[in-house]
């Protein structure tokens, strides 16, 4: 079964730097989001992504964050400047057309020191 | 904006005895519903979703879930747990109104099961 996938699994950077987070989503989808999860708390929207472009972010997405499909296969989420509050898991997500779920893959663990 | 809650944080149920997990949200329109859950480490894996029809929808894993909009419930149910339903839950709505980009989570309800 096709599933998304998030590269790497624990990423750990010091404040201040700049971070990449990959993501392959599933190949014949269209939709594709980052959300994150601080410890302990809900996952959280970011941001989505649709036919090249920002469909929609949330207020947390600002200038420090910014996402990319570079080819045809990845999806990518950049953190410009990190901060310790920006230490959390992050998910990739896609779907399809129309309307039907969206797939998560297994997560990227960030840990800002 | 949509909302939703899950009201128990934790929940220790016995292997083999039933399961309810509950789940209110809160949209003006009909909303687009989901459980997924989260094993230790692990990414999110949908157990049922919600769009449209029957309001009783089968998943995956024995779990069902039943839509109630006069009460804007979403509750999870399974009729006998096993050890390995051991995990978190998260219930999900997406609004149809923007054309569903984004799913907001609640904040989960943990789940511990006793032998």
């Known amino acids: 079964e096709p599933e998304v996938t998030q590269t790497p699994s624990h990423q750990v950077t010091q404040m201040g730097q700049e971070v990449i987070l990959r993501c392959v989503p599933i190949?014949?989808?269209?939709?594709f989001y980052w959300y994150r999860q601080i410890l302990g708390q809900k996952v959280e929207f970011l941001v989505s992504f649709y036919n090249n472009e920002i469909s929609e972010k949330s207020e947390i997405f600002d200038d420090q964050f910014s996402v990319e499909r570079p080819d045809g296969s990845n999806f990518t989420l950049k953190i410009r400047s990190t901060k310790l509050e920006d230490s959390a898991m992050y998910f990739c997500?896609?779907?399809?057309?129309?309307?039907?779920?969206?797939?998560f893959g297994p997560g990227t663990r960030l840990t800002v020191t | 904006a949509q909302s939703v809650t899950q009201p128990d944080i934790h929940i220790t149920v016995s292997e083999g005895a039933s399961l309810e997990l509950r789940c209110n949200y809160s949209?003006?329109?009909?909303?687009?519903l989901f459980w997924y859950v989260q094993s230790p480490g692990q990414g999110l894996q949908l157990l049922l979703k919600y769009f449209s029809g029957d309001t009783l929808v089968q998943g995956i894993k024995g779990f069902e879930a039943e839509f109630k909009r006069s009460q804007s419930s979403f509750n999870l149910r399974k009729p006998s747990v096993h050890w390995s339903d051991a995990a978190e839950y998260f219930c999900?709505?997406?609004?149809?109104?923007?054309?569903?980009?984004?799913?907001?989570f609640g904040k989960g309800t943990m789940l511990l099961v006793s032998p």
């Open positions: 949209y003006g329109a009909t909303p687009y």
């Open positions: 190949s014949n989808h269209l939709y």
């Open positions: 999900a709505v997406g609004a149809a109104d923007s054309g569903y980009s984004t799913l907001t």
């Open positions: 997500a896609s779907r399809g057309q129309g309307l039907s779920e969206q797939y």
